[in-house]
């Protein structure tokens, strides 16, 4: 009996006088289900110049716009460069990008990220020059400067060069001080929107519920799978301590089936709800075999006007194993029979997947199939 054969068997073996798991969903915080409507981020972004490289920044023949930010730096410090011809190789064009975080004051801190342009190596041990961080509406709301930390190395010989991570971006922790502030009125507001991160009906209602539950009166009502408003008017509390009370309230969200594959790592994942119905499997195996030998035939010997020739020989071969069967997995499979059949029978990644991919076609694996 071939191995596929065998892993058929055993599972359906295995798998049909298993019942349905019970498990039950972990709880969770509101805080961590929802985002505040209005409470976000803003995303910054600038053009700045780091210095104190070993040798490793731009090369200003193939990055002109380093030369043209360093002449310009230089003048607006009181050096005219004009006609001069300058090739330091210590200097790298990078964009510095940052995210201003909800209620963010002038003066305090915040991390950026810094990634090469140009053709520069490394950026280890760089400092970023002075670099305002503009926002979608053009106005600067953040200033950068400090020493960067790279995510990598790099050595190089003569004749081979080594790469470690990637040394030609990193970070700035607290390199950036806040500048102007977003204008957000939060205490005035007199309804505020949760959005969940997840939509989903049962989830939002189950959040309404718990709100309205834990405060002992009706403010929370779901608009849809992913909007629960509240009337903070109702709620008599001033709108900031409204949500320091919610956020920590206990709350068992739901989801959609689903079972997620990635055939390049041959990873997968089985959410809890996946369910199987009655189908029958038969899976073969196909052994495709293609040898090349190619043969050089010479002329004989004191020939005139022979020539070597190669006379190309492939054999080819497809082979199938034989005696693989219809098995039968019966609908009563949970989730955790499943995996557990799996995994003691051996079988690899990419035979899962391509099992799970069938039964879906046949319409017996009730959960979205997400390929990436």
């Known amino acids: ?21 019970t498990g039950q969903a972990a709880s969770a915080r ?12 803003n995303d910054l972004v600038g053009y700045g110049l780091i210095v104190g490289l070993n040798g490793t920044g731009d090369g200003l023949r193939n990055a002109p716009f380093t030369e043209e930010a360093l002449a310009n730096l230089l003048e607006r410090l009181g050096i005219n460069v004009s006609g001069e011809q300058f090739r330091p190789k210590n200097v790298a064009a990078v964009l510095v990008t940052a995210t201003l975080p909800p209620f963010a004051r002038a003066g305090s801190r915040i991390d950026v990220i810094v990634s090469a342009i140009g053709d520069a190596k490394s950026l280890l041990g760089g400092t970023l020059i002075m670099t305002p961080l ?9 200033v950068a400067q400090g020493g960067i930390l790279a995510g990598g190395v790099v050595a190089q010989g003569a004749a081979a060069s080594v790469t470690q991570g990637v040394p030609t971006a990193g970070t700035i922790p607290g390199g950036a001080r806040v500048e102007r502030e977003i204008p957000f009125n939060f205490a005035t507001m007199e309804n505020l929107r949760l959005a969940l991160r997840d939509p ?10 718990a709100i309205n539950t834990g405060l002992g009166r009706n403010i929370a ?4 799978s992913g909007t629960v408003q509240l009337d903070l008017a109702a709620s008599g509390v001033p709108p900031a301590q409204l949500i320091a009370r919610l956020e920590n309230i206990e709350v068992t969200p739901d989801q959609r089936a689903r079972v997620v594959v990635d055939q390049r790592s041959g990873t997968i ?4 709800d996946v369910r199987v119905s009655r189908v029958a499997i038969a899976q073969g195996n196909l052994t495709l075999r293609i040898s090349e030998t190619p043969l050089v035939v010479q002329p ?15 054999d080819a071969e497809i082979q199938a194993d034989a005696g693989t069967q219809l098995a039968v997995v019966d609908d009563t499979v949970s ?16 035979d899962m997947i391509d099992i799970l991919k069938a039964i879906k076609v046949a319409g017996a694996l009730h959960a979205d199939f997400v390929v990436q």
Do not use: H
């Not at 994942?269 to 809890?272: A, E, F, K, R």
């Open 200 to 209: 989903d009906f049962t989830t939002a209602s189950r959040i309404a519920t």
């Open 1 to 21: 009996m071939t191995r596929t054969a065998r892993f058929l068997l055993a599972l359906c073996a295995l798998l049909t006088a298993a019942f349905p798991g």
């Open 221 to 224: 009502r779901m608009q849809d």
């Open 30 to 41: 509101i805080k961590d289900l929802v985002e505040v409507d209005g409470v976000r981020g």
């Open 134 to 142: 503009n926002a979608a509406d053009g106005q600067i709301y953040a």
């Open 335 to 350: 989730l955790s029979q499943l995996v557990q059949g799996l995994n003691a029978l051996g079988i690899s990644p990419r």
């Open 269 to 272: 994942v089985l959410g809890n």
């Open 300 to 314: 004989n010997p004191f020939t005139r006007g022979g020539d070597t020739v190669v006379v190309p020989r492939t």
